[in-house]
């Protein structure tokens, strides 16, 4: 049966590898439909016997536009499987293990003790010749103690490292067709790493993909060094915003006018409510706590900064909805759109919009909370806050609406229909995502984070 992707119809299929990847979440399961959608065998090693189970009927435990498709088109390849035991990954060519590394419980550090399980566990099985490959993201310092590990274990295996660069909501495009390919190995050994790597990418590496070859501690450095970057970037523009409001300038023109410079680019400078999700935040921690480890924490103290600029994002924008509300939220009726940290996917992870929610309620406000995929995990994990399935649900007698997520729905909402399903036409835009002359001429009272009133 012919196949749709482009990547399964190349005319020169590369030779197929059987391949492991231990850690079937978010980016593991992309990886593993991914590596079998470039013509390997692949076996997933997931030790939740459930979510093993799940993908291997096709269910997908999360949502990432495109990745449904490419399980199932992948299951019925018969090139992909999934396995709770890790004697599955016997005589694999190449293990891949992308199991995460939260932040630890009360410290910025990173838990690095699913990287350590996964990888003792595999060493039981590993054969010479093989290659273990880390994707996750870690501590500078990890792979070689880890590299030291297989050497010890398995003298004729060898370890590699490289790390993952995926966009929720756009994983499969980026697994599929990166921007770039990183690969940390050590000089010499038993395996050639990045020949058996350009195996695995072969069908990558000939479109042109960029590469990257380089020690251990570089390829581990450039995942965070990449997310610290943009959240730096990110939260230089709401610091801008924190003085367009002193000043009466106006954030998204400042953005539009130094975005044009394309030494800086008009990317990632979106003022607003500020980042979250799994990485972005836990990563710039960990990265600060490991150079505070290697004695180099000096070089790391903009990152903290960085990081109290994100937050005061929402404590801002629980003091813009008191004001818009008469200054004062008790008993006042709030709609909040979007509860995923970002369109597109369902993690809430360290969502800035549900943080927000739950501050607007403790002040006492009665907050309605909906989101196109995400209201099944607030429902599980926020359970004090109300949930509803649609926006005008949400915002029916409400005395200000707060966009929170910038899903597209959420922007192309008709601003004169929605009008007539609130008690105020107030409307607060924690993303600058909406057509603001549009809700005005509709008889909406617009305020924005760094925006000049109207």
Same mark, same amino acid.
């Not at 939740?48 to 990745?67: M, N």
């Not at 690095?112 to 490959?133: F, K, N």
């Given at each position: 049966?012919?196949?749709?992707?482009?990547?399964?119809?190349?005319?020169?299929? #590369?030779?197929?590898?059987?391949?492991?990847?231990?850690?079937?979440?978010?980016?593991?399961?992309?990886?593993?439909?991914?590596?079998?959608?470039?013509?390997?065998?692949?076996?997933?090693?997931?030790?939740?016997?459930?979510?093993?189970?799940?993908?291997?009927?096709?269910?997908? #435990?999360?949502?990432?536009?495109?990745?449904?498709?490419?399980?199932?088109?992948?299951?019925?390849?018969?090139?992909?499987?999934?396995?709770?035991?890790?004697?599955?990954?016997?005589?694999?060519?190449?293990?891949?293990?992308?199991?995460?590394?939260?932040?630890?419980?009360?410290?910025?550090?990173? =838990?690095?003790?699913?990287?350590?399980?996964?990888?003792?566990?595999?060493?039981?099985?590993?054969?010479?010749?093989?290659?273990?490959?880390?994707?996750?993201?870690?501590?500078?310092?990890?792979?070689?103690?880890?590299?030291?590990?297989?050497?010890?274990?398995?003298?004729?295996?060898?370890?590699?490292?490289?790390?993952?660069?995926?966009?929720? %909501?756009?994983?499969?495009?980026?697994?599929?067709?990166?921007?770039?390919?990183?690969?940390?190995?050590?000089?010499?050994?038993?395996?050639?790493?990045?020949?058996?790597? +350009?195996?695995?990418?072969?069908?990558?590496?000939?479109?042109?993909?960029?590469?990257?070859?380089?020690?251990?501690?570089?390829?581990?450095?450039?995942?965070?060094?990449?997310?610290?970057?943009?959240?730096?970037?990110?939260?230089?523009?709401?610091?801008?915003?924190?003085?367009?409001?002193?000043?009466?300038? =106006?954030?998204?023109?400042?953005?539009?006018?130094?975005?044009?410079?394309?030494?800086?680019?008009?990317?990632?400078?979106?003022?607003?409510?500020?980042?979250?999700? %799994?990485?972005?935040?836990?990563?710039?921690?960990?990265?600060?706590?490991?150079?505070?480890?290697?004695?180099?924490? @000096?070089?790391?103290?903009?990152?903290?900064?960085?990081?109290?600029?994100?937050?005061?994002?929402?404590?801002?924008?629980?003091?813009?909805?008191? @004001?818009?509300? +008469?200054?004062?939220? *008790? %008993?006042?009726?709030?709609?909040?759109?979007?509860?995923?940290?970002?369109?597109?996917? +369902?993690?809430?992870?360290?969502? #800035?919009?549900?943080?927000?929610?739950? @501050?607007?309620?403790?002040?006492?406000?009665?907050?309605?909370?909906?989101?196109?995929?995400? *209201?099944?995990?607030?429902?599980?994990?926020?359970?004090?806050? +109300?949930?509803?399935?649609?926006?005008?649900?949400?915002?029916?007698?409400? =005395?200000?609406?707060?966009? $929170?997520?910038?899903?597209?729905?959420?922007?192309?909402?008709?601003?004169?229909?929605?009008?007539?399903?609130?008690?105020?036409?107030?409307? $607060?835009?924690?993303?600058?995502?909406?057509?603001?002359?549009?809700?005005?001429?509709?008889?909406?009272?617009?305020?924005?984070?760094?925006?000049?009133?109207?």
């Amino acid at each position: 049966m012919a196949q749709s992707n482009e990547l399964a119809e190349s005319p020169q299929a #590369p030779e197929a590898l059987k391949i492991s990847v231990i850690g079937c979440g978010y980016l593991g399961a992309v990886h593993a439909a991914s590596m079998a959608e470039l013509g390997h065998e692949v076996v997933g090693v997931e030790v939740d016997v459930e979510k093993a189970e799940a993908l291997a009927a096709g269910r997908v #435990p999360f949502f990432e536009p495109g990745f449904e498709e490419l399980l199932r088109r992948s299951l019925a390849s018969g090139r992909l499987s999934f396995s709770p035991d890790m004697k599955a990954a016997t005589g694999a060519a190449v293990h891949f293990v992308c199991v995460g590394t939260p932040q630890r419980r009360g410290e910025y550090a990173a =838990d690095l003790t699913y990287v350590e399980a996964a990888t003792s566990s595999l060493l039981d099985v590993l054969g010479p010749g093989e290659l273990v490959v880390g994707k996750s993201t870690v501590p500078v310092g990890t792979a070689a103690r880890l590299a030291a590990l297989v050497a010890e274990r398995v003298p004729e295996a060898a370890l590699a490292w490289n790390p993952e660069f995926l966009r929720e %909501g756009f994983a499969v495009q980026d697994t599929l067709h990166p921007d770039r390919l990183v690969y940390g190995v050590a000089d010499g050994g038993p395996v050639d790493a990045e020949a058996l790597l +350009d195996r695995v990418y072969a069908r990558i590496v000939a479109d042109d993909t960029p590469k990257v070859v380089t020690d251990y501690a570089t390829a581990e450095m450039v995942k965070t060094a990449a997310n610290s970057f943009l959240a730096t970037k990110i939260s230089f523009i709401n610091a801008m915003a924190e003085l367009c409001e002193a000043t009466g300038a =106006d954030v998204k023109q400042l953005a539009d006018a130094i975005g044009h410079d394309d030494r800086i680019g008009r990317k990632f400078l979106n003022a607003g409510l500020g980042f979250g999700g %799994g990485c972005l935040p836990k990563d710039i921690r960990a990265f600060m706590a490991r150079a505070g480890e290697l004695g180099a924490d @000096q070089a790391l103290t903009f990152l903290r900064e960085v990081d109290n600029i994100n937050m005061r994002r929402r404590i801002r924008m629980v003091e813009l909805a008191r @004001q818009v509300c +008469d200054d004062s939220l *008790l %008993g006042k009726r709030i709609a909040v759109l979007g509860a995923a940290f970002k369109p597109d996917s +369902d993690d809430i992870r360290d969502s #800035p919009a549900l943080n927000v929610a739950a @501050q607007l309620q403790l002040q006492g406000a009665s907050v309605r909370v909906t989101d196109p995929q995400a *209201l099944p995990n607030v429902r599980r994990q926020w359970s004090q806050l +109300d949930c509803v399935d649609t926006p005008e649900e949400a915002a029916e007698g409400a =005395d200000a609406v707060l966009l $929170l997520t910038e899903w597209r729905q959420y922007k192309e909402l008709d601003p004169a229909a929605f009008g007539a399903v609130v008690r105020t036409r107030r409307v $607060l835009d924690g993303r600058n995502a909406l057509d603001r002359e549009a809700w005005e001429a509709a008889g909406w009272t617009y305020r924005a984070l760094g925006r000049r009133n109207a």
